[in-house]
T-cell receptor, first 113, second 114 residues
Framework: GAGVSQTPSNKVTEKGKYVELRCDPI?????LYWYRQSLGQGPEFLIY????????DSGLPNDRFFAVRPEGSVSTLKIQRTERGDSAVYLC???????????FGPGTRLLVL | EDQVTQSPEALRLQEGESSSLNCSYT??????LFWYRQDPGKGPEFLFT???AGEEKEKERLKATLTKKESFLHITAPKPEDSATYLC???????????????FGKGTLLTVNP
């Protein structure tokens, strides 16, 4: 079946701009996660949704980062006033339930100039 | 704070030369330990979940084992197509909490030469 998909695959923006990154989870998966991966590092947790609600947003670095999942399926990660330090690969994962295995998408490569 | 340390950072093997990757972890209580494979430019691909000390899982040339402090990923007779970064992650059990995030190590970059 179809895996987790993420769009766009690449995004180049200028410092100070607003960006939105989209994640389509595996159909029927109730849990959805966002992670950020810098070069040479493992993924770092940002936020976790169970259904429509953010159950854990402890990994969001500051209030420029926000994520939504209004209908319990697709999720959007929003970054305001982007900074060069936001450049990274943003990974989305979904699992069939909160204790299940997390399956990752291909990621969105964000470059802030 | 949960911590995961992977060693070595990089490993070069000749085809057929078996070896092991190490993942040491510190966690208040372990719900699960996960191994993923990541190819360049792609997202992590799930390999194994281990839940308790003494547990072992196998898939083709890979075998994962778990103790109370570390996990090993054994690679038997590797092939060039096994070249990738191998990531280890833990999911902590927090009493009364709802922690389901994964804490990852930095990974081991494995290169298998033909």
């Amino acid at each position: 079946g179809a895996g987790v998909s993420q769009t766009p695959s690449n995004k180049v923006t200028e410092k100070g701009k607003y960006v939105e990154l989209r994640c389509d989870p595996i159909s029927g998966h109730t849990a959805l996660y966002w992670y950020r991966q810098s070069l040479g590092q493992g993924p770092e947790f940002l936020i976790y949704f169970q259904g429509t609600g953010a159950a854990d947003d402890s990994g969001l670095p500051n209030d420029r980062f926000f994520a939504v999942r209004p209908e319990g399926s697709v999720s959007t990660l929003k970054i305001q006033r982007t900074e060069r330090g936001d450049s990274a690969v943003y990974l989305c994962a979904s699992s069939p339930h909160r204790e299940g295995t997390q399956y990752f998408g291909p990621g969105t490569r964000l470059l802030v100039l | 704070e949960d911590q995961v340390t992977q060693s070595p950072e990089a490993l070069r093997l000749q085809e057929g030369e078996s070896s092991s990757l190490n993942c040491s972890y510190t966690v208040s209580g372990l719900r699960g330990l996960f191994w993923y494979r990541q190819d360049p430019g792609k997202g992590p691909e799930f390999l194994f979940t281990l839940y308790s000390a003494g547990e072992e899982k196998e898939k083709e040339r890979l075998k994962a084992t778990l103790t109370k402090k570390e996990s090993f990923l054994h690679i038997t007779a590797p092939k060039p197509e096994d070249s990738a970064t191998y990531l280890c992650a833990v999911q902590a059990e927090i009493s009364g909490g709802s922690n389901y995030k994964l804490t990852f190590g930095k990974g081991t970059l494995l290169t298998v030469n033909p």
